[in-house]
């Protein structure tokens, strides 16, 4: 783990199921958004798209 004074740098290992379930996390976090921070909202549909790609990575390897 690296951090400085505005970033924190962490490296995560996770299966699959996990990331299924950080998505559906930020899926239902993004549909009931109540307001505020623009950035905060933006984060998380960048977060909502890497995460989802990461799902289509693995099924794209795992049927082959």
């Not at 996770?14 to 996390?25: G, H, K």
């Not at 993004?30 to 995460?51: N, V």
């Amino acid at each position: 783990m690296q951090m400085d004074d505005d970033q924190l740098e962490l490296t995560l290992t996770l299966d699959v199921e996990s990331v299924r379930l950080l998505y559906n996390s930020v899926c239902f976090h993004l549909d009931k958004w109540s307001g505020g921070a623009p950035t905060e909202q933006e984060s998380l549909i960048s977060m909502k798209s890497f995460l989802y790609a990461a799902i289509l990575e693995h099924n794209f390897h795992d049927n082959k």
